[in-house]
Structures are given as structure tokens and as C-alpha cells.
């Protein structure tokens, strides 16, 4: 099964015009992009990079913020947005998109042998102990 989903690209020519490209974003491909140093070192990434909010703990918030983000040819991260946050908690939301946003460089996904930008969901929770 493929899932599909497009963003749109500008590009000017030489007479000032401008073409709209549509770029395929993959949500699944045959290697799915892979965090540079494995995916154990994603979750430790986001463990030492992620702060609670103090509203949150303060006010007893927790919960899980999904989070989408495009990996590009090159590797790079783009496009993270929030997909459900915690409710009442726009802090965490933030916060879980930073830290998303803040990744280094993934290996890039490949479809067909060709390297694609790939869609990732990803869940960030915020658990008070």
C-alpha cells in the first residue's frame, strides 16, 4: 500500500514566468528514512532535548502530541506541524514541535531505489511521574 500526499514548488525561468511543480511526499516507501544514527538515538535525541512545560507540570497537563514532518531528499527536516495535541496544553504542542524542528539530518527514504521525500508521524508524549 502507498500513500501519497503533494506540496507544490515554484520555480522562475529565464522569461520571468513561473512554473508550479507538484512534489510527491511519501508516507510509505520500500526504506523509510532513518534518523542518522538509528532510531534509538531519535527517542534518546528527543529525551535530552525535550523540556516540559512548567504550566504543564504546574497544572497537572499531560498527554500525547502527534507531530508530522517531511523528510527531504537531502535528509533534511521540513515541514513539522501538529497533528493532535494535548488538550488545554499549547505549550506541550510547541515544545514538541521545536524539538522536532531541531533534528539533525536523517538518511533519506527510498522508493524504487530512488531517494523521495517522506512524511513521518511521530509521537512525542509528556508524562508527569
Known amino acids: 500500500m502507498l500513500f501519497l500526499s503533494y506540496s507544490l514548488q515554484a520555480q522562475t525561468t529565464a522569461h520571468g514566468t513561473i512554473k508550479v511543480k507538484k512534489a510527491k511526499i511519501y508516507t510509505v ?12 538515538s531519535m527517542l534518546l535525541f528527543i529525551q535530552r532535548n525535550l523540556k516540559y512545560p512548567q504550566n504543564a ?3 497537572g497537563r499531560s498527554g500525547t502530541v502527534y507531530v508530522s514532518f517531511v523528510v527531504n531528499e537531502d535528509g533534511s527536516v521540513t515541514d513539522a506541524v501538529m497533528e ?4 488545554n496544553c499549547t505549550e506541550c504542542t510547541s515544545e514538541a514541535l521545536r524539538v522536532v524542528r531541531s533534528m539533525p ?18 509521537p512525542i508524549r509528556f508524562i508527569l511521574k
Do not use: C, H, W, Y
Open 57 to 59: 507540570i504546574n497544572e
Open 84 to 87: 493532535k495535541e494535548v488538550i
Open 105 to 122: 539530518s536523517f538518511l533519506p527514504g527510498r522508493n524504487n531505489g530512488t531517494i523521495v521525500k517522506v512524511q513521518i508521524f511521530l
Open 29 to 40: 516507501v520500500d526504506q523509510m528514512p532513518v534518523f542518522s544514527v538509528g532510531d534509538a
